[in-house]
């Protein structure tokens, strides 16, 4: 099927971003390109079904590259092909993913990591498909349902690329967006029976992941190097304060670093569960360290009042912008946010604060973090980082430039 696009949407495939909105599909089309189909309705009288091969075309240019279709999703097109390739087909994606595991061969030699992205969509130009690796277990997640029906042709390529590599269990966590996508128990692709939970290593570090109930594909990976920083930071500090803990990830890190004493502070009980086990694991015992179920805001309230300083604290919400339309009550936010922390950030102190959100921006995201919100005039920018090697990016597409981790002291 062949999908005319608008001058602007050729623009940006011609540039090299992999994503055609549903609203860049030139008007006057037929239905089938337009994606005109009741959500849910099965493909019929010619209408493009989810998974299907599309060719893009524009004004002036018969051939501007290959995609494939997305029923659901507001991206109606994922694009895979510029150049005139044969045809996209499962070897073609096969061939993607071998260049994908290749590139990084050698990344994580030894035992010191072995929980890392394998495949991160578009940045390795393998659209929607992540694959992150957990020591022998390897989890697939797929961003919207244009590759569900592509998994099956799939699973013999991945198993035989990954076996090779000592992968030997595969699972797949629902598509991102689906409502029952995080905490949904994976389902089994390939291999041996994947664990509930596993213990992984990350820069030397024990880690415990969640593989059945935790948030993406068991962990947050792209935090990896800025858990390896907070380490660093965390030499000499006497009280250091986590918010948004999750698993506890920078809080061992702060731990192993030196830190006297590191208070997580999280909503979820469970959290602090698994981040005992890892404390453990490491040999850290956590009673000499605090962990409070709590909402972040409400702590820093309290904290406030009673007057605790810490001079170090790592901040890492959840995502407050999951849209471009949340955007400005996003940024409201994390000032409120920032505010509040530095309220309880002793002098001399560092602030470690993050963003996952592609819709905020390193500028508008360092706008939450001026004098004015922080309402003091001694911090500076000492380093913005963001995701590490194994989740690449491409030049044109924005959207994968998501993570920001601002130091400032």
Same mark, same amino acid.
């Given at each position: ?8 949407? /050729? ?17 006057g089309?037929? !239905?089938a ?15 493009? +079904? ?7 075309s524009?004004?002036?240019? &018969? ?12 991206i109606?097109?994922?694009?895979f092909?510029? /150049? ?10 096969? #061939? ?7 590139? $990084? ?6 035992? =010191?990591? &072995? ?43 991945? +198993?035989?690329?990954?076996?090779? $590599? ?35 290593? #990350? ?9 059945? $109930? ?10 990896? =190097?800025? *858990? ?12 250091v ?6 698993a506890?990830?920078?809080?061992v ?12 502070? =999280? ?5 602090h569960a698994?981040?005992? $086990?890892t ?17 972040a ?6 904290a ?11 901040? =890492? ?5 999951p ?13 409120r946010?920032? &505010?509040?922390v !530095?309220?309880?950030l002793? *002098? ?12 905020? &921006? ?9 004098d ?7 911090l ?7 995701q590490?090697?194994d ?10 430039r ?8």
């Amino acid at each position: 099927m062949r999908v005319h696009l608008t001058a602007t949407a /050729a623009a940006a495939v011609r540039r090299g971003h992999p994503w055609v909105y549903r609203d860049g599909i030139a008007a006057g089309g037929n !239905a089938a390109q337009r994606g005109e189909r009741r959500r849910g309705e099965p493909a019929r009288g010619g209408a493009a +079904a989810s998974g299907d091969v599309v060719e893009l075309s524009a004004e002036g240019a &018969t051939f501007l590259g290959r995609g494939l279709w997305d029923a659901e999703s507001a991206i109606a097109v994922r694009v895979f092909q510029r /150049a005139q390739a044969p045809q996209l087909d499962e070897r073609a994606l096969a #061939e993607r993913l071998e260049r994908a595991f290749a590139l $990084r061969d050698g990344w994580f030699a030894g035992r =010191d990591t &072995t929980a890392y992205r394998l495949c991160n969509g578009e940045g390795d130009r393998v659209p929607s498909l992540v694959i992150d690796r957990y020591d022998r277990a390897a989890v697939v997640r797929l961003d919207g349902g244009m590759l569900a029906p592509w998994i099956d042709r799939l699973l013999p390529h991945l +198993a035989r690329a990954l076996g090779a $590599r000592g992968v030997r269990s595969i699972g797949l966590r629902a598509p991102a967006g689906n409502a029952d996508a995080e905490g949904k128990k994976l389902a089994h692709l390939h291999g041996p029976p994947l664990p509930d939970r596993l213990f992984v290593r #990350e820069t030397g570090v024990a880690m415990e992941v969640d593989l059945a $109930r935790g948030q993406k594909t068991g962990a947050f990976l792209d935090q990896r =190097d800025n *858990r390896a920083r907070v380490r660093a930071l965390a030499a000499g500090r006497r009280r250091v304060l986590n918010l948004f803990s999750y698993a506890g990830g920078f809080s061992v890190a702060a731990a192993l670093g030196g830190a006297g004493r590191v208070t997580s502070v =999280d909503s979820a009980s469970a959290a602090h569960a698994s981040a005992q $086990r890892t404390f453990r694991e490491n040999g850290v015992d956590p009673a000499a360290h605090e962990f409070v179920t709590a909402d972040a805001f409400d702590f820093l309230e309290k904290a406030h009042a009673r007057g605790d300083r810490y001079d170090l604290i790592i901040c =890492d919400p959840p995502s407050f912008a999951p849209n471009e339309r949340v955007k400005p009550r996003a940024l409201g936010a994390y000032r409120r946010l920032h &505010t509040a922390v !530095a309220r309880v950030l002793d *002098r001399g102190g560092v602030l470690c604060a993050a963003s996952c959100s592609s819709h905020i &921006t390193a500028e508008d995201f360092l706008a939450t973090l001026d004098d004015a919100t922080l309402e003091r005039d001694d911090l500076r920018v000492r380093a913005i980082h963001g995701q590490p090697e194994d989740h690449p990016t491409l030049p044109a597409w924005w959207e994968g430039r998501y993570l920001k981790f601002v130091v400032l002291e």
